[in-house]
């Protein structure tokens, strides 16, 4: 099997592998295809874990690290997180914000502490969980107006927190 052919193969594949910076620290995931790629231009260490991806095709079967390190330094960029109704209910664990009581994704809403309606804004730290009640309760009121009060106060996350969720996903899909 010719390298683009094989290239391709892997392409089909729903693999992913995890790609640390050259000191270690997590950069992304990437699909097995790139990853075959990076070793294929000596660009990544396989890491010391020893835990590989066999992919077994008609012509060979080859081994692809399921961690690999990059063998230069990549600077990252400040990334920030989006305020999506998603990463807000993370942020928050599924826990309204009110009254502390937990939610599933299809009960959970999103609160805007200073409604819309009076200039609040989407952003981090206007935008908290909260249950329907609560939401429902507080309508467009402040929560001072609302006598309600917020379990913590909202913060913009790290990058950490992004590399956190997209870790997850990637647990999930092994
Ligand atoms: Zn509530």
């Keep these: ?9 892997l392409k089909g594949m729903n693999k992913q592998v995890l790609l640390l910076n050259q ?15 990076l070793i294929s231009r000596d660009k990544v ?4 874990s020893d835990e590989f991806i066999e992919v077994v095709s008609v012509s060979k079967t080859i081994k692809i690290p399921k ?37 599933n994704n299809k009960d959970a809403t999103i609160d805007h502490i200073i409604p819309t309606s009076k200039g609040g804004a989407s952003s981090w730290v206007n935008m908290v969980a909260s249950c329907r009640e609560c939401n429902l309760f507080k309508g467009s009121k402040t929560p001072k107006e609302a006598k309600m009060v917020l ?9 950490g927190f992004l590399f956190e969720s997209m870790l997850i996903t990637f647990r999930k899909k092994k």
Aim: charged share 30%.
């Design 67 to 103: 961690i690999l390190i990059l063998k230069y330094y990549v600077k990252l960029p400040y990334k920030k997180a989006s305020a999506s109704r998603q990463n807000i209910l993370k942020r928050d664990q599924y826990c309204c914000q009110y009254c502390g009581k937990e939610m």
């Design 23 to 37: 000191d270690s620290t997590p950069l992304n995931i990437i699909t097995i295809s790139k990853a075959f790629k």
């Design 45 to 48: 260490w396989g890491d010391v």
């Design 151 to 159: 379990k913590n106060r909202p913060k913009e996350p790290s990058y």
């Design 1 to 9: 099997m010719k390298y683009l052919d094989f290239y391709k193969y």
